[in-house]
Structures are given as structure tokens and as C-alpha cells.
């Protein structure tokens, strides 16, 4: 049974950093690509970034370019996503998504980790 | 402003019809695979339609969804009270090179 379980959400000033972590289990983590996808409070979903199978390919949202970065650690099948210079419009709900087929095929989906940027 | 555009909202009765319309361009609909997850209130999304038409195990074939072209639409029959959701359309943009979705739909069954 595949399990995508996100934490490190939490209040953090604007200008601060957060590193959200995704412990996946039940599926052979290194042959999927990863993803992080957000949500923020009564709004759509938002694509953050994608991570290949072997690391070897990285991409970001126009918005987190060069502020966050997504990674991930075969060894602990996990999934981190390291945000810098946090600013308000980054408050939202983390999802940690695993590609299940080409054309984001988003078939599993953690629970999502809550994060605010507020003074 | 969302990438692939949707309606806001849709309705309809218990037991009847209703399709939620998609509308992107050459560089994600009319180049890839279209998805859709649905979304119940306080819970994350859950993909209901993969590859435009195929459903994931568990999802009832009241769920269906087609392509053609740069629009794609879902398709959601017999409709019950536990179908209100936020349902979204999502798939790959080449020339953003990002994932992309629609706004989403809120569906309310009257």
C-alpha cells in the first residue's frame, strides 16, 4: 500500500526557510518521479516541482524558481522540499505526489503539511 | 490565472448527468495525457481519470472522461450527493516545462 506522508509544515516568518520532508513507502521509490504540489487556503492547486527518477532532472514553478529546491534521499525513500525566503503567497498546503504515468499523472497523493508565512 | 481554463461552477440534480469542460492549448492538452482528480472537502486530491479516459482501479464507471484536441472533458453519471467536489484537470505544458491545472469545478448536486 503506497503511503506519502508529509511533515515540517508550520508558522514561519516572511524571509525565513522551511524544509518539508516526505517519508514514501509501499512502492519502489526509485522508479517514480516525485513531485510537490500546493494548495493555498480556498484556491486551486499549484505545481511546484518535479523530481526525475534519478535525480537527474529538477524543475520548478515560475514562482519558487530559485527559492525553493526539491530533493530526495534514496537510502530514506524520502522526498524533501528546502524553501528559502519565504513570502506570504507561499502559505499553503504541501502535497507530496507521486507520478504514476506520463502527463503528471498524479496517482498518490500525501495528506498534505500546512505551511504559513506570517509576521 | 490558471493555465488550463474550467468553469467555476456546475449542478445538477440526484441521478442525472453532468460534464466539466477543460480548455488548454498545442503545448499541454494537445500534446499529452489529460488527468482529473476529484477533491471532497478537507481531503486531498484523489486521481479519478488518467491517460483522458482510463480509470484508476475502485473509480465507479459513472466516472469518464474523453479528449479531443486542446479540450478535454470529464463526465459524471448517476449523479449522488457524495459527488460534490472540487474536481480539477491537470497534465504537462512543454513550453512552461511545469506541471500545470485548471481552476477547478465545484460541482453541487441540488
Known amino acids: 500500500q503506497v503511503q506519502l506522508v508529509e511533515s515540517g509544515g508550520g508558522v514561519v516568518q516572511p524571509g525565513r526557510s522551511l524544509r518539508l520532508s516526505c517519508a514514501a513507502s509501499?512502492?519502489?521509490?526509485?522508479?517514480?518521479?516525485m513531485h510537490w504540489v500546493r494548495q493555498a487556503p480556498g484556491e486551486g492547486l499549484d505545481w511546484v516541482a518535479v523530481?526525475?527518477?534519478?535525480?537527474?532532472?529538477?524543475h520548478y514553478g515560475d514562482s519558487v524558481e530559485g527559492r525553493f529546491t526539491i530533493s530526495r534521499d534514496i537510502s530514506k525513500t524520502t522526498l524533501y522540499l528546502e524553501m528559502n525566503s519565504l513570502r506570504a503567497d507561499d502559505t499553503a498546503v504541501y502535497y507530496c505526489?507521486?507520478?504514476?504515468?506520463?502527463?503528471?499523472?498524479?496517482?498518490?497523493w500525501g495528506q498534505g503539511t500546512l505551511v504559513t508565512v506570517s509576521s | 490565472q490558471s493555465v488550463l481554463t474550467q468553469p467555476p461552477s456546475v449542478s445538477a440534480a440526484p441521478g442525472q448527468r453532468v460534464t466539466i469542460s477543460c480548455s488548454g492549448s498545442?503545448?499541454?492538452?494537445?500534446?499529452?495525457?489529460v488527468s482529473w482528480y476529484q477533491q471532497l472537502p478537507g481531503t486531498a486530491p484523489k486521481l479519478l481519470i488518467y491517460?483522458?479516459?482510463e480509470r484508476p482501479s475502485g473509480i465507479p464507471d459513472r466516472f469518464s472522461g474523453s479528449k479531443s484536441g486542446t479540450s478535454a472533458t470529464l463526465g459524471i453519471t448517476g449523479l449522488q450527493t457524495g459527488d460534490e467536489a472540487d474536481y480539477y484537470c491537470?497534465?504537462?505544458?512543454?513550453?512552461?516545462?511545469?506541471?500545470?491545472f485548471g481552476g477547478g469545478t465545484k460541482l453541487t448536486v441540488l
Open positions: 523530481i526525475s527518477r534519478d535525480e537527474s532532472y529538477v
Open positions: 498545442n503545448s499541454n492538452i494537445g500534446k499529452f495525457h
Open positions: 491517460d483522458n479516459n
Open positions: 509501499g512502492f519502489s521509490f526509485t522508479s517514480y518521479a
Open positions: 491537470g497534465t504537462w505544458d512543454d513550453s512552461l516545462s511545469a506541471g500545470v
Open positions: 505526489v507521486r507520478e504514476g504515468g506520463a502527463g503528471c499523472r498524479f496517482d498518490n
